[in-house]
């Protein structure tokens, strides 16, 4: 705040002699006197704010070291959750197979004759895989397309054989495998077959002769065909068969004798069949014709459960 001089010496110094410049210099004087409260009112409020941001300031670096600190402790916890995702799972050890009361046992060989059953696939086959099948069972059919699978991937070292089993409350199911075997008497049993099983929903007498038809039959023949006693002497066998080496239920395999149940995914299908082409191979070196081969093996296999 500018001092007050004394009037006179002032009014001598500057050269004032009149009121007016006297009432002049008083409102210029008051006017720098405001000018400079405001200023420092100015000033102080500017720093507050200083202070004001500065806190703050502190403040968000401390919350940024926080979360800082946060983002180090999620980093190390997914890095360990990523080792244990890395890591190779411990592989558990074989379960002993458990068999029941006159079900087969997985690591015998069963005495499965191919008889008068359709076949597909190399006489000579290094492996003969057996499906004791039932044409209206939905895991029957589930297991089609493994099968097939299996016959691309190891061509003519596979060969596949259909027993019938149709089970007691599948009332279609036994109608429908004499009406395969009518097919397979003009050669025809697999084109039905696959047709029995993309319509197993559908397989009353009509539905037989039309697929029949379809497959490439030439009908008066196989109706005459489907009442045959011999065919259906022929399901019947399929079926005694089937109980005799413990295969119950459908769908049951035998790979070259060793019993494989359900529909299971293919990697279960070719651990057997390789094994079974190794001991194929053991035993070609050794001596046994490959034609001879599946003979030789169901010769020394168990007869039943």
């Known amino acids: 705040m500018l001092a007050r001089l004394p009037l006179i010496p002032l009014l001598v110094v500057l050269g004032c002699d009149t009121p007016d410049r006297v009432e002049g210099l008083e409102r210029v004087t008051a006017t720098l006197e405001e000018g400079v409260i405001a200023s420092t009112k100015e000033a102080q409020s500017i720093r507050q704010d200083i202070e004001v941001i500065e806190t703050r300031a502190v403040k968000a670096e401390a919350d940024l070291r926080a979360l800082e600190e946060r983002i180090e402790s999620l980093e190390t916890a997914l890095a360990r959750i990523d080792a244990k995702l890395e890591a ?16 087969p046992d997985p690591t015998e060989r069963y005495r499965v004759p191919v008889g008068h059953s359709a076949t597909r696939g190399a006489a ?34 596979l060969r596949i054989v259909v027993k019938h ?30 047709l029995l099983y993309e319509n197993n929903r559908s397989l009353s007498d009509a539905d037989l002769r039309r697929l029949a038809k379809k497959a490439g ?32 239920g459908t769908p049951a ?14 990697a279960s299908f070719a651990e057997v069949i390789n094994e079974e082409l190794e001991e ?12 001879f081969l599946y003979a030789a093996l169901m010769k020394g296999a168990k007869s039943g459960v």
């Not at 190779?88 to 079900?103: F, H, N, Q």
């Not at 029957?140 to 691309?152: D, G, M, S, V």
């Not at 194929?280 to 034609?291: K, L, N, S, V, Y």
């Open 280 to 291: 194929a191979d053991r035993r070609i070196a050794a001596g046994t014709p490959q034609d």
């Open 217 to 248: 039959c030439e009908m008066s023949k196989f109706r005459a065909d489907q009442g045959k006693a011999a065919l259906a002497r022929r399901v019947d066998d399929d079926i005694a068969l089937a109980r005799k080496v413990g295969a119950r």
């Open 88 to 103: 190779p799972a411990p592989i558990p050890a074989p379960a002993e197979p458990t068999v029941k009361a006159g079900r």
């Open 165 to 194: 089993n149709p089970l007691a409350f599948h009332n279609r199911a036994r109608p429908a495998a004499v009406a395969a075997e009518a097919a397979h008497e003009q050669g025809k049993f697999w084109e039905l077959h696959d």
């Open 253 to 266: 395999f035998f790979i070259n004798g060793r019993f494989l149940s359900g529909a299971q995914p293919e």
């Open 124 to 157: 000579d086959a290094k492996v003969t895989l057996v499906m004791v099948t039932d044409f209206q069972c939905p895991f029957c059919k589930r297991a089609q397309p493994t099968i097939q699978a299996l016959e691309r991937r190891y061509g003519s070292d």
